[in-house]
Antibody, heavy 118, light 109 residues
Framework: QLHLQESGPGLVKPSETLSLTCIVSGGSISSRGYYWGWIRQAPGKGLEWIGSMYYSGNTYYTPSLKSRVTISADTSKNQLSLKVRSVTAADTAVYYC??????????WGQGTLVTVSS | DIQMTQSPSSLSASVGDRVTITCQASQDISNSLNWYQQKPGKAPKLLIYDALNLQTGVPSRFSGSGSGTDFTLTINSLQPEDIATYYCLQYDNLPPIFTFGPGTKVDIK
């Protein structure tokens, strides 16, 4: 059974880089036809898609974050990574990784809270 | 950019009631719309894809309809376990871009 688990620092200082890892088990991030994405949710707010990586390695980002975000994968470790540069308090959120085929986000991690504060 | 709105932002209904949530797109999106359910402290769960298709394992009291700019999620006979926030998701496939609606919080009266 596919399982996704986010990990990373819970506290990041303003202007620094937020780095998260999504460990995938029970399936391969190289599985044909699947995307692996990141979605975030600020406290008490709605969901925001950050970006996704196709199994082939192509990446896609939401326009508002594209200049600050990088999604990458380590296929040898079956892990997905997210980096958000120059963070501010507005980047404080629960960050989820999720697998999707087209628009069907069918498997999600439990999410990890990242707080941006000095 | 396509903007998504949902109404109402919250609602309170009794067990057994029929609940309707609407989602509106700022331009024609055909049937490129999904519905997700998020319970407190949990990750979202896919309910409906391509506007009207029930995801495997989702109770049949959930249904979706609509196309173009106006979409509806209906819960027939609301159950206590349906307490959640419901989000619509608009998508483009080429390239993939996803926009969530602001959400509708459903409570039991």
């Amino acid at each position: 059974q596919l399982h996704l688990q986010e990990s990373g620092p819970g506290l990041v200082k303003p202007s620094e880089t937020l780095s998260l890892t999504c460990i995938v088990s029970g399936g391969s991030i190289s599985s044909r036809g699947y995307y692996w994405g990141w979605i975030r949710q600020a406290p008490g707010k709605g969901l925001e898609w950050i970006g996704s990586m196709y199994y082939s390695g192509n990446t896609y980002y939401t326009p508002s974050l594209k200049s600050r975000v990088t999604i990458s994968a380590d296929t040898s470790k079956n892990q997905l990574s997210l980096k958000v540069r120059s963070v501010t308090a507005a980047d404080t959120a629960v960050y989820y990784c999720a697998r999707h085929r087209r628009s069907n986000f069918d498997c999600w991690g439990q999410g990890t809270l990242v707080t941006v504060s000095s | 950019d396509i903007q998504m709105t949902q109404s109402p932002s919250s609602l309170s209904a009794s067990v057994g009631d029929r609940v309707t949530i609407t989602c509106q797109a700022s331009q024609d999106i055909s049937n490129s719309l999904n519905w997700y359910q998020q319970k407190p402290g949990k990750a979202p769960k896919l309910l409906i894809y391509d506007a009207l298709n029930l995801q495997t394992g989702v109770p049949s009291r959930f249904s979706g309809s609509g196309s173009g700019t106006d979409f509806t999620l209906t819960i027939n006979s609301l159950q206590p376990e349906d307490i959640a926030t419901y989000y619509c998701l608009q998508y483009d496939n080429l390239p993939p871009i996803f926009t969530f609606g602001p959400g509708t919080k459903v409570d039991i009266k």
